[in-house]
């Protein structure tokens, strides 16, 4: 999924199809899709590494983002539009990520109003705040060799790309 800059993942997919329809609004894309709801084009979502809900679960609830963010962001009223999802979760995990593990379940967005964007998401990236801890990786590994800890950020922290 490509998302918009914000600090919660709720708003990647509702950011990026309002994002993507402004884009196409304003003039600035390859190809003219502004239509493309209205004609029967799909949505399609990537989901990440990481385990997911249910199918049916994880799809109702991109569904719900995406017409959050179509309503708040580009005012339509109950938006109708194909969505489809490549679930491939079940592929990597024996099951499905039970409701007490799952970290990032959806939920609307309080108020109202179009959603924050990207221009309004805060500066400091997580480059940033990373940036000193891994640059003592980097002395520690050189020094004596060994990338365990390489492995180990690669599989824990980025599991969900």
């Known amino acids: 999924m490509v998302g918009a800059a914000h600090p919660s993942p ?17 003039g600035q894309h390859h190809e003219d899709h502004s239509k493309d709801l209205e004609r029967g084009g799909v949505i399609i979502g990537i989901h990440g590494l990481a385990n997911k809900p249910p199918i049916d679960e994880k799809t109702r609830w991109w569904k719900a983002a995406i017409a959050e963010g179509l309503t708040r962001n580009e005012g339509l009223i109950a938006p109708e539009f194909l969505f489809e999802l490549v679930y491939w979760a079940d592929l990597r995990y024996d099951t499905p990520l039970s409701v007490d593990d799952n970290r990032e379940p959806y939920r609307p967005y309080e108020g109202a109003g179009p959603l924050p964007t990207g221009e309004e998401a805060p500066t400091t990236t997580a480059k940033d705040v990373l940036a000193p801890l891994y640059a003592g990786i980097d002395r520690v590994e050189e020094a004596t060799g060994v990338t365990l ?4 950020i690669l599989e824990h922290r980025f599991d969900d790309l």
Not at 10 to 26: D, E, I, Q
Not at 149 to 152: A, C, E, K, S
């Open 149 to 152: 800890v390489d492995d180990l």
């Open 10 to 26: 709720r708003f990647g997919v509702a950011a990026s199809v309002s994002t993507a329809l402004a884009k196409w609004r304003a």
